[in-house]
């Protein structure tokens, strides 16, 4: 049995979901199945029962989540007796967030380290106690002890700045490749109720949208503050602007205050 087994076991029984497991902890379905038969196999059980609806907890799956649940707070014990002797804040956060604010971490003192992740992995991460604070585009159900700092971000529709805009021209439109990446849903949301008829280009890093936008005639939806950071792009004024909030999370008063002044100051 590995360690992430447990994880995969516990999503399972509160979810009751193959599928909805895989995306939580940012597995595949073939995965999330191997290793739950892997687990079965080892201790003799059958831990589900596969339906049409969902998956059935059988009396086998009982007796081995009483001792799941003793191994999960084991774990995440374990992370926190070793890591409160370390100064270090773990900061994990997005490609697109990380650029956003990781700098102002960078210079504000020495003792964060920073991790860019996805969306999935984020979160589990966080519940796992591997990262003190996560930023994210996503909001999260925060347990009991669990501060949420919610801070409104301002998006812009943005182009090459060497771009010379053709009213009647219809250009694609950047976006991530990731189905769940917040920017992507809101910006086709955004497209649809103009129910305009565009194409689209999908990437898979920050770094390649923004070289693909500077020198291409296209447009994608990005934060103020990163268009701010590049000379290569300006805003297309005729287009509104929409707000998406970021949200960040940590346990104690001392992390709550540092992501209030990352979000005010940045």
Known sequence: MEINDIAI???????????????LLNYTQSNV??????????FNGTFFLRTRSGLKILPDGERF?????????????????????????????????????FPWLYEKNSHFTMHTDAVKKLNRNFNSQIYDII?????????????????????????????????????PVIVSRDKLCPLRHLTLQTLSQGKSELSLIEVD??????????????????PE?????ERRLKVLPSLSPVTLPVYGYCRNKTEADILNQLFQKT
Not at 75 to 100: A, D, H, P, W
Not at 208 to 213: D, E, F, Q, R
Request: glycine share 2%; proline share 2%.
């Open 33 to 42: 199945s191997t290793r739950l038969m892997k687990l079965e196999k080892e």
């Open 9 to 23: 076991f516990m999503e399972l029984y509160r979810n009751r979901s193959i599928t909805k497991t895989a995306e």
């Open 205 to 222: 890093t920050l770094d390649l949208l923004i070289t693909l936008l500077s020198s291409n005639r296209a447009i994608a939806l990005l």
């Open 135 to 171: 930023i994210t585009h996503m909001a999260q159900s925060p347990e009991t002890g669990i501060f949420q700092i919610q801070y409104p971000e301002v998006l812009l529709w943005t182009a090459s700045s060497s771009l010379e805009m053709n009213p009647e021209e219809v250009l």
């Open 225 to 229: 503050k990163l268009i701010k950071q």
């Open 65 to 101: 989540y009483q001792y799941a649940v003793i191994m999960e707070d084991t774990l995440k014990n374990l992370y926190q007796e070793f890591q409160t002797e370390s100064q270090e804040i773990r900061v994990g956060s997005t490609q697109l967030l990380s650029r956003l604010y």
